[in-house]
Nanobody, 127 residues
Framework: QVQLVESGGGLVQAGGSLRLSCAAS????????VAWFRQPPGRERDIVAA????????YYADSVKGRFTISKDNAKNTVYLQMNSLKPEDTAVYYC????????????????????WGQGTQVTVSS
């Protein structure tokens, strides 16, 4: 398993930006697919963005397409989620997750596919 620690959350006004970071330890990140999920208060945890282990394919939820960007820096063992044009509905706890599953160049987006999770970081967007 790989250990994950998120950072970069906080309070921001609508229209602002934040960059979340997810630092990995215990295993090299280059062999893992990674995703960001979020969980608003009282709701289920949903996929936000994903990147496959070889960085050739990405996935974005419709609600964040064009605003969020996921990227992976294998040299730093870190994954980022750049969030621009933030909206109040983006308010949630954001979780980083990693999967050792690999299938061609595809990504994984279901929570059961991920064996490693961070502790989460709160993002609050005020109107």
């Amino acid at each position: 398993q790989v250990q994950l620690v998120e950072s970069g959350g906080g309070l921001v006004q609508a229209g602002g930006s934040l960059r979340l970071s997810c630092a990995a330890s215990g295993r090299t990140f280059s062999r893992y697919g990674v995703a960001w999920f979020r969980q608003p208060p009282g709701r289920e945890r949903d996929i936000v963005a994903a990147i496959n282990w070889s960085d050739v394919s990405t996935y974005y939820a419709d609600s964040v397409k064009g605003r969020f960007t996921i990227s992976k820096d294998n040299a730093k063992n870190t994954v980022y989620l750049q969030m621009n044009s933030l909206k109040p509905e983006d308010t949630a706890v954001y979780y980083c997750a990693a999967t050792a599953l690999r299938y061609d160049g595809t990504y994984f987006i279901r929570t059961p596919d991920f064996g490693s999770w961070g502790q989460g970081t709160q993002v609050t967007v005020s109107s």
